[in-house]
């Protein structure tokens, strides 16, 4: 863990000016905060890597994860949200999909019916998911995360994710950061990003207007993400 936890914070991701060889100096260099979440999901995708899934690529989920992790802080921080909720939006963003894995360990012999089901109806992944199973991995990792203790805006952000206007919730916080996060990681800035967004939601926080002026990233250094390079 503590290799793989090196690796990850030497990776363009962080962006770090300087070499990182212990996890003392990953600490001291990114906080207590960032290295427990990136600690926690380093020991739940190693699980499911050891597990061996099919025709999936784990590694390429992580990347996601940590993207949309350090999209998610990048925008809290624009946001002025507070340490605290700077922290809870990395970890959200790095949780957010981990529903993904438990079906696919649990349930792999769906994933064809639930691929198939994407392209006949041309329907999004979570939409897809619903018809075939009656859920989403998005309700089935914020479950997880409820289990496990974790704090209820986090369980609540990654169970709507994909729909933040089904959450009675209306204030900006961890679940409106995670899906502008999510949407800029799979899709880029400016009007792509809008087609994985909930307008009518984001119109309604009124931040809709902002979204034509690149709102969803500013900083050049976050774009190294997209590198996906280690």
């Given amino acids: ?33 960032t290295i427990k979440t990136l600690i926690l999901t380093v020991k739940i995708f190693s699980q499911f890597d050891r597990a061996g899934l099919p025709c999936y690529s784990i590694s390429s989920l992580l990347d996601h994860s940590i993207s949309t992790g350090i999209f998610a802080r990048s925008i809290a921080a624009q946001e002025d949200l507070g340490q605290n909720r700077i922290d809870e939006a990395f970890m959200a963003g790095m949780l957010h999909d981990i529903g993904k894995l438990i079906l696919l360990d649990k349930l792999p012999e769906r994933r064809l019916e639930i691929s198939d089901a994407c392209n006949s109806s041309a329907c999004c992944l979570w939409e897809a998911e ?7 991995h998005a309700q089935i990792g914020a479950y997880l995360m409820g289990i496990w203790g974790l704090p209820e805006s986090l369980v609540e952000a990654i169970a709507f994710h994909h729909c933040p206007s089904r959450c009675s919730n209306r204030s900006f916080g961890t679940l409106t950061v995670i899906h502008l996060a999510n949407s800029a990681e799979h899709c880029g ?24 002026a690149n709102y969803i990233i500013k900083s050049d250094s976050i774009q190294e993400v997209m590198s996906h390079a280690y």
Avoid: W
């Avoid at 363009?12 to 906080?31: D, K």
């Avoid at 619903?130 to 989403?136: A, P, W």
């Avoid at 009007?191 to 207007?209: A, H, N, P, V, W």
């Fill in 1 to 33: 863990m503590s290799a793989k936890l090196i690796q990850l914070v030497n990776s363009a991701f962080f962006g770090l000016p300087t070499r990182v060889s212990s996890t003392v100096r990953a600490v001291n260099l990114l906080g207590l905060e």
């Fill in 130 to 136: 619903q018809n075939v199973l009656g859920t989403t």
């Fill in 189 to 212: 800035y400016g009007e792509k990003s809008t087609k994985r967004l909930d307008l009518s939601y984001l119109e309604e926080l009124g931040i809709g207007d902002r979204l034509s």
